[in-house]
């Protein structure tokens, strides 16, 4: 069983930015793939950004391109989200999960219970 706890949500103006945090229950993650996903009231559940620890390769949606940075620190076990030039778009409550293998574009395993992000224009 892996946990997931995330924080870091709040609210913020358009062009500001936020950081997100993951702490995760696990002391390895070898070939794991970590994401963080997003949904906004409404709308469909979207993948946001994800790093496969297998190759370090990550993935990011074409909405958040260049915007946002995944990374993973293993010392500490947390995944983060720096997320700058924030939108009202971007608004949303942001998950962390994981699958414990390779296929990233597969349904994910493990979530967190979400932190909310609200984007003032």
């Known amino acids: 069983q892996v946990q997931l706890v995330e924080s870091g949500g709040g609210s913020v103006q358009a062009g500001g930015s936020l950081t997100l945090s993951c702490a995760v229950s696990?002391?390895?993650?070898?070939?794991?793939?970590l994401a963080w996903f997003r949904q906004a009231p409404g709308k469909e559940r979207e993948k946001v950004a994800r790093?496969?620890?297998?190759?370090?390769?990550?993935y990011y949606a074409d909405s958040v391109e260049g915007r946002f940075t995944i990374s993973l620190d293993n010392d500490k076990k947390t995944l983060s989200l720096q997320m700058n030039s924030l939108s009202p778009d971007d608004t949303a409550k942001y998950y962390c999960?994981?699958?414990?293998?390779?296929?990233?574009?597969?349904?994910?395993?493990?979530w967190g219970q979400g932190t909310q992000v609200t984007v003032s224009s």
């Open positions: 696990r002391n390895t993650f070898s070939g794991y793939c």
């Open positions: 999960a994981i699958r414990t293998d390779r296929w990233c574009g597969l349904s994910y395993s493990y």
């Open positions: 790093i496969y620890t297998g190759d370090n390769s990550t």
